[in-house]
């Protein structure tokens, strides 16, 4: 097997998957709010460089054409080909969702299918090593969840309008999803209070509140634009909630993340839920995990009364490795697929 890389282009982040026979995989994400400029993904794609070098084959997949930098997905899709192909030249191969890789020149043709679409790679890889599963890949951003039958992915949606209708797009994030956008109250001393409407703390602030370390996973600036440490995350918390950090103690302060958590946790249930209600899947059918929130899809999985099975692990990476491929699931799947397709 030659030595490929794939890249999953997003609106935020840069990941990448340098997989080389004998050795353990290199993948990383690299910090890329492409929302500021195009100059973002030149920078991020300049320090993942030493990934890309002496690479033999190159798979990309996006989701960052939908950045509001750009006008429309089709426009978005075009000037990111055009860019990733300056950068890794015209050997490089771009997912196309159900049409599998194509060119530069056939990939601005086909836009919807470019698109998006990088959640088909990661099921379709799924399908290689087991006939049926539920994938839920749990992002910074976005959750998917996407059944898997007969060793193919089965999606009822495509698109992500279609897919938000489905339950198999959850537009919620592990880290970067506005408090506001999670719930409209909060429990505080028995009572109820509402919520702040405005940008004022973020999930990867409740996270912290909890106790978890974000330090590789949070790579964007905080809603006020501060530190990151637990007591500026309380502060941050605090104000949604109207109130100051010293109008409570730590045990209301995690009692008020806890909440948060659950309530986020509950939409991905519910969508994974009206997936299952299709009947597509078995009562014994897996849960395959992925994303940054691969331990919080494992909780999911839990309340739907199924096992769960790490995306790295069953990729074939061990150790630290299968971590980093658990969390960037998209970008080792496109560098596998392309990997096969070549061999």
Not at 19 to 29: L, N
Not at 218 to 237: F, I, N, P
Request: proline share 3%; glycine share 12%; aromatic share 6%.
């Amino acid at each position: 097997m030659k030595i490929t890389v794939g890249l999953d282009v997003g609106g935020a982040h840069l990941k990448v998957a340098r997989i080389e026979p004998g050795r353990a995989w290199d993948v990383r994400q690299i910090a890329c709010p492409l929302w500021q400029g195009l100059d973002k993904l030149d920078a991020a794609l300049a320090e993942a460089r030493p990934l890309l070098d002496r690479a033999e084959g190159a798979a990309v997949t996006m989701t960052g054409e939908l950045s509001d930098l750009f006008p429309d997905r089709k426009t978005g899709v075009e000037a990111l080909v055009a860019r990733l192909s300056r950068a890794l030249g015209g050997g490089a191969r771009f997912w196309m969702g159900k049409r599998g890789f194509g060119s530069a020149e056939e990939a601005v043709q086909h836009p919807g299918d470019v698109g998006s679409t990088n959640f088909l790679a990661t099921a379709a890889l799924i399908g290689q090593h087991v006939d049926e599963a539920l994938l839920i890949d749990f992002g910074s951003t976005t959750a998917d969840i996407i059944p898997i039958t007969g060793g193919k992915p089965a999606p009822f949606g495509f698109t992500d309008a279609e897919r938000q209708t489905t339950g198999e797009l959850v537009y919620t994030g592990f880290t970067r999803t506005a408090v506001m956008g999670v719930a409209s109250r909060a429990p505080w001393r028995g009572t109820w209070v509402g919520l702040a409407r405005e940008h004022l703390a973020t999930m990867a602030d409740v996270r912290r509140v909890l106790g978890e370390d974000l330090t590789d996973l949070d790579q964007h600036a905080t809603a006020d634009g501060k530190g990151k440490s637990v007591a500026e995350s309380v502060t941050r918390l605090a104000r949604m909630l109207g109130r100051d950090a010293a109008d409570g103690q730590e045990s209301d302060w995690t009692l008020v993340a806890k909440w948060l958590r659950e309530a986020q946790l509950q939409s991905l249930v519910d969508g994974a839920f009206q997936v299952l209600s299709a009947g597509s899947l078995s009562r014994d059918a897996p849960v395959v995990v992925a994303g940054i929130g691969a331990a919080d899809a494992a909780a999911v999985a839990v309340r739907l009364g199924r096992h769960t099975i790490a995306f790295g692990e069953l990729a074939g990476a061990r150790g630290e490795p299968a971590r980093a491929a658990t969390h960037a699931a998209p970008a080792v799947a496109v560098a596998l697929l392309i990997a096969a397709r070549q061999s």
